[in-house]
């Protein structure tokens, strides 16, 4: 049986991921499920929005939902903000509000809604999501948990999903665009609503 670090050895072979490549892929995955849904998202339409091989994407993605599972996750990490060391857990719970109502307009909230209808049957997509949205939990918490420390876990999670599940209602299912001051009137109601 091989060692991990062999194991590991054999996979580093060969070219090295490229970036801009990782990003194109997103791109047309995030595109392809707004238009045809995770249905429509398959290897070979992506290969050719890319101008890739489908061995390229199997080279880095095993599944649909790995695929998706990454979609999600990458894409956070690409739009996750940058605090000063001394900003205040307000400012942090505004900038991740105003993250996703940027990070989820467009083709992207259109491709979120069918990402979690398809979670509803795709037991992959289901895990997916679930992993996504505890990882996007655990930003928010830490500074609403600061900020309402008097509250209980749960009080501060349904704070947190009537947040971000208001923000996802207009930027994704309606296609709403959400001014400035009403992700801070949406923010501090949640704020209100944990601290209650």
């Not at 105003?98 to 990070?103: E, F, K, L, N, V």
């Not at 900020?147 to 876990?153: E, G, H, K, T």
């Not at 299912?173 to 001051?181: G, I, N, P």
Request: proline share 4%.
């Amino acid at each position: 049986m091989p060692s991990e670090a062999a194991d590991n050895a054999v996979r580093a072979r060969g070219r090295p991921r490229s970036a801009d490549r990782d990003r194109e892929i997103r791109n047309a995955a995030w595109l392809l499920i707004a238009e045809l849904g995770c249905g429509g998202l398959t290897f070979e339409a992506i290969a050719q929005r890319v101008g890739c091989s489908r061995s390229t994407l199997y080279r880095r993605y095993a599944t649909k939902a790995e695929l998706i599972s990454h979609l999600l996750d990458q894409t956070v990490r690409d739009f996750a903000p940058q605090f000063d060391v001394d900003a205040s857990p307000r400012e942090k719970v505004l900038a991740y509000a105003g993250t996703c109502a940027r990070m989820y307009a467009g083709s992207r909230g259109a491709a979120l809604t069918q990402i979690i209808a398809a979670s509803h049957t795709d037991p992959g997509i289901a895990e997916a999501v679930r992993s996504h949205s505890q990882m996007v939990e655990s930003h928010y918490y830490e500074p609403m948990a600061l900020l309402a420390p008097n509250a209980s876990d749960r009080a501060i999670k349904l704070a947190l999903h009537g947040l971000i599940g208001a923000i996802l209602h207009h930027v994704a299912t309606r296609r709403d665009t959400l001014s400035d001051a009403e992700i801070v009137r949406m923010a501090d109601a949640a704020i209100a609503m944990a601290q209650a």
